[in-house]
């Protein structure tokens, strides 16, 4: 168990060095989810046309787009698999003393430190518009746990995808075809209610939904009723996507 929190932390701090040399990737990549909240929140929230519980429409999309914004990092982290299998540093990797799950959960939960960072970026520039924010410290806390943790499982599937995919452009095709629908069949920018019939199954079966909810709860409403819930079905999710990713894995290298 010792051994498999090593390799797990191990991970983490390779990811921690990679930002701190090249913080490039996350300034370039909070350009788009800024323009959702500076130019699209308040444009639709002069519309007033969708309920929001009486919330500001700009305060309720804020956790929307920063989910989106963080799967977006963790469902491309499977790129730097890619980058490694064709440079020969997965190879290595996989000959080391480590368990293959706790190499995949490893650098699943390694993505989550991006999200954090990209979520740094995105929360003071929501403040400074005018988001309203619950002050309370440990809800702030939890959020960030939410958003680590989920970030492991939508890393965990671009892991499963490289492990399919031989070359960065057929990845990156996969990638965006999968981050767009999560995030407009999600209740990240209007209520599940105001979808069609079969888009609120979806919603139901989207992992994303929950870890909005959980977000938006603890971030901006302050109803935390569904927590439970929403933290239960994160926890299932990443499960799952991380026993299929490791059991997928030996496909990266052959």
């Excluded at 913080?23 to 639709?44: C, D, F, H, K, N």
């Amino acid at each position: 168990m010792n051994g498999f929190a090593r390799n797990l932390l191990a991970m983490i701090e390779l990811e921690m060095r990679r930002i701190k040399h090249d913080r490039t990737e996350l300034y370039s990549r909070a350009v788009q989810p800024i323009l959702w909240i500076v130019v699209y929140g308040p444009i639709m929230g002069s519309v007033r046309a969708i309920p929001t519980g009486g919330i500001p429409y700009t305060d309720y999309i804020t956790p929307g787009v920063l989910i989106q914004s963080t799967t977006f990092i963790s469902i491309f982290y499977g790129l730097t698999i890619v980058w490694e299998r064709e440079s020969g540093i997965l190879k290595k990797l996989l000959v080391a003393p480590a368990s293959r799950y706790s190499i995949v959960m490893g650098r699943a939960l390694a993505s989550g430190i991006r999200a954090i960072f990209q979520a740094l970026i995105i929360i003071p520039v929501a403040l400074l518009i005018g988001v309203r924010f619950i002050p309370n410290i440990l809800n702030f806390t939890m959020a960030f746990a939410v958003i680590f943790i989920a970030s492991g499982g939508f890393a965990a599937i671009s892991i499963l995808i490289a492990s399919f995919m031989k070359t960065r452009e057929r990845f990156m095709g996969i990638g965006q075809a999968i981050t767009m629908p999560l995030f407009f069949a999600s209740n990240a920018l209007y209520p599940v209610s105001m979808m069609p019939q079969i888009m609120q199954w979806i919603a139901h079966f989207n992992p994303m939904s929950y870890v909005v909810d959980a977000v938006r709860s603890l971030m901006i409403t302050g109803n935390l009723a569904n927590l439970p819930i929403d933290l239960a079905a994160i926890a299932l999710f990443d499960t799952v996507m991380f026993i299929i990713a490791s059991i997928n894995f030996s496909r990266i290298i052959e």
